[in-house]
């Protein structure tokens, strides 16, 4: 893309929007912003009001996590009018999924007594927005390409607008010239993580292909981690820092104080760029950990090393390198959570190590540290993350050259089907920051897709030390 300013500029000239949420007040309106039209119409889900707890895990969560899905026009039916209804199928579904997802047309907020971020189920409403455009899936590009303008493809509720301004749930359909469609979604992560988020995405596409709800209801108590009365830090925390330390650092990560992501998270220095492991490669890098490990494992500490030999210089060799990763902890807990629990079952894993050891040392050094950040997060080590969580108010550490990886590839959006067909690509809207190193699934690498896609930012001399190293296997 070489002019990206008129590229952008062409994209939302050729869209067309119509709008309807969720909320109370009766009345129509109609808004116009840079060319796009909007036709906003109103009503409500009905339930309760109530005030649910969020955990001390959700609290350093509270940001907005956008996904989009692409779909083409069903390979057996190859008529573009075929998913005409695709808008209103979906906007009948959204309503059936507010039984047992009530409180995702609620508004988080800041209790100022508490000192605590929780949901407010008040029945504000999820926003709603069918869109056209005259563009084909085709004119699109590479759809497993991360794409910032793909942002056109999704409501943003405003990103920084009060909590109780902001809805915690919108879903836009834009279907193109070619009669393929795209259904992008914003939650907040305060809210859902990666696994329930997939689990309600997998709902609502039941419910669209006309079978149903696949859950009567939904757990959304969180108490069971809540933290202990008094707390009880057992182990030294140091994949978390204390606000403090974090003030400001750019970060998507939040806390009771500091309850909107960094708007620095956004800057344009970075050059990000998308490496595509093949079925093959990812086989390779597991035989060389010569250890049993899993995929997650051998790439994490692949990227690990790689990024590390880019971003430290020699005279650092006594420095410490960091990787940061989610670890699932619903069969960790003792009792386990339920599988139908909604709220954040994650904590943050790191393993770290020096730098000259990471560099120098063969990758079944990197392997084994990955392996023991992972078996360190037991029942106990979980219970005291909570309560460092409830003393501290820390985020994830990560600063001083680590950063976070985030396995969407690992999630089931593959198999997501409206009653149009499987999706052709499904994946997160990027920022431009280098928080985050995205893996994401390769639907185009053979092997039946077990390809993995990583997405990374670095500023610029960085990235070039990246990649001259990084397909070293």
């Known amino acids: 893309m070489e002019n990206k300013n008129e590229e952008n500029a062409d994209y939302k000239a050729r869209f067309a929007r119509s709008g309807q949420r969720g909320c109370r007040a009766p009345p129509t309106s109609h808004s116009h912003r840079k060319g796009v039209g909007f036709n906003q119409h109103f009503y409500w889900n009905s339930l309760p009001v109530e005030t649910i707890f969020l955990s001390n895990i959700d609290q350093a969560l509270v940001f907005p996590v956008e996904t989009i899905f692409f779909f083409e026009v069903p390979s057996n039916v190859k008529n573009p009018s075929s998913t005409l209804n695709a808008a209103e199928r979906v906007k009948e579904a959204v309503q059936v999924l507010l039984g047992p997802y009530y409180f995702m047309a609620g508004r988080l907020n800041f209790n100022q007594e508490t000192k605590r971020v929780e949901l407010l189920c008040n029945n504000a409403g999820v926003l709603f927005v069918s869109a056209t455009s005259e563009l084909t899936l085709k004119e699109l590009g590479d759809l497993s390409q991360p794409n910032p303008t793909f942002h056109h493809l999704i409501h943003r509720p405003g990103l920084y607008k009060g909590l109780l301004e902001t809805a915690i749930f ?102 990000h760029k998308l490496f595509s492991f093949t079925p093959d490669m990812l086989m390779s890098l597991k035989e060389k950990a010569m250890t049993k490990c899993s995929t997650f494992e051998a790439i994490v500490a692949h990227i690990w090393r790689a990024r590390t030999k880019a971003i430290f210089e020699k005279d650092e060799d006594d420095e410490f390198s960091t990787v940061l990763f989610a670890v699932d902890i619903r069969s960790k807990l003792s009792p386990p959570l339920p599988n139908d629990f909604a709220g954040n079952a994650v904590v943050t894993a790191f393993a770290t190590a020096k730098v000259k050891d990471l560099v120098e040392m063969p990758l079944p050094f990197a392997v084994g540290k990955i392996k023991e950040a992972r078996e360190r997060v037991t029942n106990d080590y979980i219970r005291s993350v909570i309560d460092w969580l409830e003393v501290n108010k820390g985020i994830p550490a990560r600063c001083d050259g680590s950063f976070y990886v985030s396995a969407w590839w690992k999630l089931r959006f593959r198999e997501l089907d409206f009653g149009f067909g499987k999706t052709v690509h499904g994946g997160p809207i990027v920022s431009g920051n280098d928080e985050f190193v995205l893996l994401l699934s390769n639907e185009s690498s053979g092997g039946n897709g077990d390809g993995i896609n990583v997405w990374m930012g670095l500023e610029k001399e960085i990235m070039q030390k990246f990649v001259s190293c990084v397909f070293e296997i």
Not at 200 to 208: K, R, V
Not at 209 to 236: F, M, W
Not at 244 to 271: E, G, N
């Open 170 to 271: 919108t879903i836009q359909v834009t279907r193109f010239g070619c009669g393929g469609f795209s259904l992008g979604f914003t939650t907040n992560h305060a809210i859902l993580d990666g696994k329930s988020a997939s689990d309600m995405f997998h709902n609502l596409a039941s419910i669209c292909r006309g079978e149903g709800l696949k859950v009567e209801a939904i757990n959304n108590d969180r108490s069971c981690i809540r933290a202990r009365t008094p707390p009880q830090i057992s182990y030294p925390h140091n994949e978390y820092v204390k606000l403090a330390k974090t003030s400001s650092l750019p970060s998507s990560f939040t806390t009771q104080d500091r309850i909107h992501p960094s708007p620095l998270i956004f800057s344009h220095i970075y050059v």
